[in-house]
């Protein structure tokens, strides 16, 4: 219903004509926002839900990295037991040739350490 659409009397614009009319318009309003709450509820849920799988990842990757932080720490400790016995070593060419085997070891470990990180 439009402005216009309002019937006329000698006096002007006649009361039921203007009764219908804001009666159109509440029942126009009431429904624009019912649409709105409908729309609004299932924005929420998906909202909601993108939050939950987000929050997830979040403990999953935090997870992750306490393990690799555990991980590190167990392999420097390794790496300074092997250190601390090849200085009690009595054999020097021994000495010589197991620090170079586990500096490698320990550069083949960091290295894929490293390559883990980055992926």
Do not use: C
Not at 19 to 29: A, F, R, V
Not at 71 to 92: G, M
């Amino acid at each position: 219903m439009q402005l216009n659409e309002l019937e006329t009397g000698f006096w002007g614009v006649k009361r039921q004509s203007v009764y219908k009319y804001i009666t159109y318009l509440e029942k126009e309003s009431l429904a624009t926002m019912v649409d709105r709450e409908k729309q609004a509820f299932l924005t929420e849920n998906l909202l909601r839900k993108r939050i939950d799988g987000l929050e997830t990842v979040l403990t999953e990757i935090q997870e992750e990295n306490q393990r690799l932080e555990d991980e590190l720490l167990r392999l420097k400790e390794e790496l300074e037991s092997w250190k601390a016995r090849e200085t009690v070593s009595d054999f020097p060419d021994t000495v010589h040739f197991g620090r170079n085997a586990m500096d490698r070891a320990a550069g083949r470990q960091l290295r894929l350490f490293i390559r883990k990180q980055n992926v």
